[in-house]
T-cell receptor, first 115, second 114 residues
Framework: AQSVTQLDSHVSVSEGTPVLLRCNYS??????LFWYVQHPNKGLQLLLK??????LVKGINGFEAEFKKSETSFHLTKPSAHMSDAAEYFC?????????????FGAGTTVTVRA | GAVVSQHPSRVICKSGTSVKIECRSL??????MFWYRQFPKQSLMLMAT?????????EQGVEKDKFLINHASLTLSTLTVTSAHPEDSSFYIC??????????FGQGTRLTVV
């Protein structure tokens, strides 16, 4: 079984300041982990993914995430927030031992960016 | 990255009619496609998983006869909402996986039943 917990339902930051979105996961086997961003009435765009290579993963738009097995965490960070980062963010886990590639989604974190 | 095209992006239909939503993988063969439903300010809820040429596997609580899924080719899956009612109004999103581990998502379809 696999599951994801996003610890913050809403994060508000000032433009130019760091962003931290927290995610903890649970997986019976070796997980693949993803962060997706969703703008209003749009589909999901992949920011970055971890699939057992380097534990520090760099993604698009300056985002990065670190896989910490001991803490079962995959927190998303960005050193300097931009107004365009305001969106909904989902942490997602996939159990790679399963052949059905089902994804488990976190509840989402809404990011607002203050000017 | 690979592209998944979902059509239409918005649809308004009358109660009792059926609506078909298409999901196409444009530059890769999708061995598996997923259909999700998203309620306002909530996460994605998996409705069903479909593999090309076989019947879809529905999640518990999802009515098979209400939400018909067809995956006739490696690049196309369709979701038909039959006899739509206002409570079916929602945002529907498809995703597709090829031979890797990454899922690519369509743009979503906003369905409004009046």
């Amino acid at each position: 079984a696999q599951s994801v917990t996003q610890l913050d339902s809403h994060v508000s930051v000032s433009e130019g300041t760091p962003v931290l979105l927290r995610c903890n996961y649970s997986s019976s086997y070796s997980p693949s982990l993803f962060w997706y961003v969703q703008h209003p009435n749009k589909g999901l765009q992949l920011l970055l993914k971890y699939t057992s290579a380097a534990t520090l993963v760099k993604g698009i738009n300056g985002f990065e995430a670190e896989f910490k097995k001991s803490e079962t965490s995959f927190h998303l960070t960005k050193p300097s927030a931009h107004m365009s980062d305001a969106a909904e963010y989902f942490c997602v886990v996939s159990d790679r031992s399963s052949n059905d590639y089902k994804l488990s989604f976190g509840a989402g974190t809404t990011v607002t960016v203050r000017a | 990255g690979a592209v998944v095209s979902q059509h239409p992006s918005r649809v308004i239909c009358k109660s009792g009619t059926s609506v078909k939503i298409e999901c196409r993988s444009l530059d890769f063969q999708a061995t598996t496609m997923f259909w999700y439903r998203q309620f306002p300010k909530q996460s994605l809820m998996l409705m069903a998983t479909s593999n090309e040429g076989s019947k879809a596997t529905y999640e518990q609580g999802v009515e098979k006869d209400k939400f018909l899924i067809n995956h006739a080719s490696l690049t196309l899956s369709t979701l038909t909402v039959t006899s739509a009612h206002p409570e079916d109004s929602s945002f529907y999103i498809c995703s597709a996986i090829g031979y890797g581990t990454e899922a690519f998502f369509g743009q979503g379809t906003r369905l409004t039943v009046v």
